[in-house]
């Protein structure tokens, strides 16, 4: 197994452009400032970016964000990889594949043997994916009439939209956000090695929007290949009549398609099928259930990855990981 530098990791993620942005070495780098150690790999024609979190007493954990990438079989890759965590003293490695649902019994068997499933997730296995591959009337048409009219009232009503490079004034409207919906937020410096790390080869903006120059909303979306990403997003409890996050979120999908996307990943609903989400929303807001209720109006796909899975290491250990995660209160996304 080849250990390569970010540099050549980029090399190897240009024949790949359908891969995720979570497996960037711009990816790597954001979370190597906040305890996490990347390492870039390749095995023939597979490759991942790996995250390590260590613990006390040398040992660590390893994570996979929606990767491997490239073709090839998994099997081979992974005792590849096993090498380079048992030198990282891992508890366990984590998988989370960029491999939606559904998928037959032999693709568990041919590319993840010797996983466990887990239901600790990071990153949120079902999320709305929005179609950009038609014009922008399309795009409006496809979604929910109240949304349409939620976006054309916002501009009515005089809310603009703007890039900005504000990244303090974002983030005091997340912890805004974070402690009107219960919501994980990350620091400050989170968000803004993250606009750091993307926005200056393009990969990243961050929108506001505002009525007679007042911040009302904003969010930071990602592009990388075809796809953009609406990974974080805030809102004030000011003039909130004005419907101002509708009109955002199509600000950023007209951003996206300028770009050169064909989808914007809504990211992140309620993990429940289709029908238990319809049959709920109207009567549920806690958690993600708000959060529903507004993504499901731009008339997506929603769609579902194959989840968590789980290579131990150590089980004992692992057991105890598993313990004490459960009781933590859960991070932010991304």
């Given at each position: 197994m080849q250990r390569l530098t970010p540099q050549e990791w980029d090399r190897f993620f240009e024949e790949h452009p359908q891969a995720h942005i979570l497996q960037t070495s711009s990816w790597g780098q954001l979370k190597s400032?906040?305890?996490?150690?990347p390492h870039c790999v390749q095995h023939?024609?597979?490759?991942?970016?790996?995250l390590f979190r260590h613990l006390p007493l040398g040992l660590s954990v390893g994570y996979i964000p929606r990767?491997?990438?490239?073709?090839g079989a998994w099997a081979d890759f992974w005792p590849e990889v096993d090498a380079l965590c048992r030198q990282e003293r891992a508890i366990f490695l984590r998988v989370e594949p960029d491999v939606w649902e559904p998928v037959s019994p032999e693709f568990f068997q041919r590319h993840l043997p010797g996983f466990v499933q887990s239901d600790q997730t990071v990153q949120p296995p079902r999320t709305i994916i929005m179609d950009l591959s038609g014009d922008e009337?399309?795009?409006?048409m496809a979604m929910k009439s109240k949304t349409r009219y939620n976006i054309r009232l916002?501009?009515?009503?005089?809310?603009?939209?703007?890039?900005?490079?504000?990244?303090?004034?974002?983030?005091?409207?997340?912890l805004t956000t974070g402690e009107r919906d219960a919501f994980g937020v990350h620091s400050l410096d989170y968000y803004q090695r993250a606009y750091d790390c993307f926005a200056p080869h393009g990969a990243c903006v961050l929108l506001v929007a505002e009525y007679q120059g007042q911040p009302l909303a904003a969010l930071m979306a990602f592009a990388q290949g075809d796809t953009a990403w609406y990974f974080y997003g805030?809102?004030?409890n000011d003039e909130r009549n004005r419907m101002p996050t509708y009109l955002l979120q199509w600000e950023a999908m007209r951003w996206a398609k300028k770009k050169g996307c064909q989808t914007y990943?809504?990211?992140?609903v309620p993990d429940l099928s289709e029908s238990e989400l319809e049959d709920a929303f109207l009567d549920r807001s806690d958690g993600l259930w708000g959060v529903y209720r507004f993504k499901r109006g731009f008339g997506g796909?929603?769609?579902?990855t194959i989840g968590t899975w789980d290579r131990i290491y150590q089980p004992l250990l692992y057991q105890a990981y598993q313990l004490w995660s459960g009781r933590r209160q859960a991070p932010a996304g991304a």
């Open positions: 400032a906040f305890g996490w150690k023939n024609e597979l490759g991942a970016l790996i990767g491997p990438v490239g073709e009337d399309q795009t409006l916002a501009q009515r009503k005089d809310v603009l939209v703007r890039e900005s490079k504000d990244i303090g004034a974002f983030h005091r409207m997340m805030a809102s004030t990943d809504l990211w992140g796909e929603l769609k579902r």
